[in-house]
């Protein structure tokens, strides 16, 4: 069984705020990490893809690192906004043959930014 | 110009009965899938189809059968429908063609079909 962790849970902050999960993975085999942001009432959307050991990626003041060796990935908020409220999933490809195609999903930290 | 899209949208139905759920996508993905997101919103993925050949899978009841006439189609068939079959339906797509290594698989997905088995 593949386990993709993620934490906390849950997470309240003030607009404002800065905030940052984790994402932790099987660090063999491993082939790319992706985290996607998932609204309330709507399908998941692709933040980003990372495949080396220590990416960095950005889009706007949402960032995530990666770190293959150790098996994790964190993803910042800075300023966090009411609009970045969302569930927030990191998922896994395994590099394993005819897996590979596959994601395998965390459970998601939701995040809850309040005005 | 919607990517990936889903029919019905909501399918509310008795016990016991049998629906489709149809998926299409424009983008021209080799590879297609079906999630089942669960009470707590965990995505468990039950299917996957790469150029209409199923590649994943997952243990599901033999209730459910997906259907894959041309890559840009997945359908999902649900016989004697449950109580418990009651979730949100994801269809996803990605440019990912089986057990090759091309382009990072991000996945794209529809907006999701709510049934409701009553």
Same mark, same amino acid.
Not at chain 1, 24 to 35: D, I
Not at chain 2, 15 to 34: A, V
Not at chain 2, 55 to 65: A, D, G
């Given at each position: 069984?593949? !386990?993709?962790?993620?934490?906390?849970?849950?997470?309240? =902050?003030?607009?404002?705020? $800065?905030? !940052?999960?984790?994402?932790?993975?099987?660090?063999?085999?491993?082939?790319?990490?992706?985290? %996607?942001?998932?609204?309330?009432?709507? $399908?998941?959307?692709?933040?980003? =893809?990372?495949?080396? !050991?220590?990416?960095?990626?950005?889009?706007?003041?949402?960032?995530?690192?990666? !770190?293959?060796?150790?098996? %994790?990935? %964190?993803?910042?908020?800075?300023?966090?906004?009411?609009?970045?409220?969302?569930?927030?999933?990191?998922?896994?490809?395994?590099?394993?043959?005819?897996?590979?195609?596959?994601? %395998?999903?965390?459970?998601?930290?939701?995040?809850?930014?309040?005005? | 110009?919607? @990517?990936?899209?889903?029919?019905? #949208? *909501?399918?509310?139905?008795?016990?016991?009965?049998?629906?489709?759920?149809?998926?299409?996508?424009?983008?021209?993905?080799?590879?297609? *899938?079906?999630?089942?997101?669960?009470?707590? #919103?965990?995505?468990?993925?039950?299917?996957?189809?790469?150029? #209409?050949?199923?590649?994943?899978?997952?243990?599901?009841?033999?209730?459910?059968?997906?259907?894959?006439?041309? #890559?840009?189609?997945?359908?999902?068939?649900?016989?004697?429908?449950?109580?418990?079959?009651? @979730?949100? *339906?994801?269809?996803?797509?990605?440019?990912?063609?089986?057990?090759?290594?091309?382009? *990072?698989?991000?996945?794209?997905?529809?907006?999701?079909?709510?049934?409701?088995?009553?």
């Amino acid at each position: 069984i593949l !386990n993709v962790e993620q934490s906390p849970q849950s997470l309240h =902050v003030q607009e404002g705020d $800065s905030t !940052n999960f984790t994402c932790s993975f099987p660090s063999s085999n491993f082939y790319a990490l992706h985290w %996607y942001r998932w609204e309330t009432a709507k $399908s998941p959307e692709a933040l980003f =893809v990372m495949t080396l !050991n220590g990416d960095e990626k950005k889009k706007g003041r949402i960032s995530a690192t990666l !770190n293959t060796k150790e098996g %994790y990935s %964190y993803l910042y908020i800075k300023g966090s906004q009411p609009e970045d409220s969302a569930t927030y999933l990191c998922a896994f490809n395994w590099d394993r043959g005819s897996t590979l195609g596959r994601l %395998y999903f965390g459970r998601g930290t939701q995040l809850t930014v309040w005005p | 110009d919607t @990517a990936v899209s889903q029919t019905p #949208k *909501y399918l509310v139905t008795q016990m016991g009965n049998d629906k489709s759920i149809k998926c299409e996508q424009n983008l021209g993905h080799d590879t297609m *899938y079906w999630y089942k997101q669960d009470s707590k #919103k965990f995505l468990k993925i039950m299917f996957s189809y790469n150029n #209409k050949e199923l590649i994943i899978n997952e243990t599901v009841p033999n209730r459910f059968s997906p259907k894959s006439p041309d #890559k840009a189609h997945l359908n999902l068939h649900i016989n004697s429908l449950e109580l418990g079959d009651s @979730a949100v *339906y994801f269809c996803a797509s990605t440019p990912f063609g089986g057990a090759q290594k091309s382009s *990072y698989n991000e996945q794209f997905f529809g907006p999701g079909t709510r049934l409701t088995v009553l």
